[in-house]
C-alpha cells in the first residue's frame, strides 16, 4: 500500500483477554517499529524489527507483550492477560532503513 | 541514553501570529533530530529533520527549526499560523547507527490556533 497500513483502528477488550494489533508497512521497508502513546508516558519505543528478527525489545514493559514479523513484513504485537494500564495507542512504524520512519494510524486499546 | 524536553506543553496563538515550539535535548553522542505533527486521531507525520549540513531546516507547511549545537535546541517556528496548523507537535532525537533508529520523544506541545 502507499503507507503504513494498521488495523484494527479501534479495539475495546476485557481486562484479562488477549489482543493482536496488526502492522502492514510500507512495501519494501526493512525496519519495523512499534511505539506506544499514552497520557501518562507520552511516546515510548516498544520495539524494533530489522527483517524478520528483533535487534532490540527493550521497550516491551512486561513479558506479556511480545512481537514477530513474518515474510520481513507484516508484525503483530501481542498484549496477554491485558490490564487497564495497557490502554494507549500503539503506533507501528516502518523505514527503508534511512533514518526517517513512516507512521501509521495506530490503533486505540481500550482495556474495559 | 537520550533525552527530549518539550518547554510548553500547550500554546495557544492567534491566526497569523509567529509561534516558536520549544525543544531541547540531551545526549551523549550526535543525534539527529526531527520535528512530526499529530492531528486529532491520526498518527505522526514528519515536519522537518535535522542530519547534518545547514542548521536551519525547512519542512513542510511553512515549518522552519533551528538546529543549535551549543545549546542543545531545535525549536520550531512558523512566521504566520493558520486554523489548521491545530495540532500536537512532538520533537524526536535519534542517534543514527546505521539500523535501529528508535527514536526518542518529547512529550509534546499542542497548538492552539484561535481566530
Known amino acids: 500500500g502507499a503507507g503504513v497500513s494498521q488495523s484494527p483502528s479501534n479495539k475495546v477488550t476485557e481486562k484479562g483477554k488477549d489482543v493482536e494489533l496488526r502492522c502492514d508497512p510500507i512495501?519494501?521497508?526493512?525496519?519495523l517499529y512499534w511505539y506506544r502513546q499514552s497520557l501518562g508516558q507520552g511516546l515510548e519505543f516498544l520495539i524494533y524489527f530489522q527483517g524478520n528478527s528483533a535487534p532490540d525489545k527493550s521497550g516491551l514493559p512486561s513479558d506479556r507483550f511480545s512481537a514477530e514479523r513474518t515474510g520481513g513484513s507484516v508484525s503483530t504485537l501481542t498484549i496477554q492477560r491485558t490490564q487497564q494500564e495497557d490502554s494507549a495507542v500503539y503506533l507501528c512504524?516502518?523505514?527503508?532503513?534511512?533514518?526517517?520512519?513512516?507512521f501509521g494510524q495506530g490503533t486505540r486499546l481500550t482495556v474495559v | 541514553a537520550q533525552s527530549v524536553t518539550q518547554l510548553d506543553s500547550q500554546v495557544p496563538v492567534f491566526e497569523e501570529a509567529p509561534v516558536e515550539l520549544r525543544c531541547n535535548y540531551s545526549s551523549s553522542v550526535s543525534v539527529y533530530l526531527f520535528w512530526y505533527v499529530q492531528y486529532p486521531n491520526q498518527g505522526l507525520q514528519l515536519l522537518l529533520k535535522?542530519?547534518?549540513?545547514?542548521?536551519l531546516v525547512k519542512g513542510i507547511n511553512g515549518f522552519e527549526a533551528e538546529f543549535n549545537k551549543s545549546q542543545t535546541s531545535f525549536h520550531l517556528r512558523k512566521p504566520s499560523v493558520h486554523i489548521s496548523d491545530t495540532a500536537e507537535y512532538f520533537c524526536?532525537?535519534?542517534?543514527?547507527?546505521?539500523?535501529?533508529?528508535?527514536?526518542?520523544f518529547g512529550g509534546g506541545t499542542r497548538l492552539m490556533v484561535k481566530p
Open positions: 524526536a532525537v535519534t542517534n543514527y547507527r546505521g539500523a535501529g533508529n528508535m527514536l526518542t
Open positions: 512504524a516502518s523505514s527503508p532503513g534511512h533514518v526517517e520512519a513512516f
Open positions: 535535522y542530519l547534518s549540513g545547514s542548521t
Open positions: 512495501s519494501g521497508h526493512t525496519a
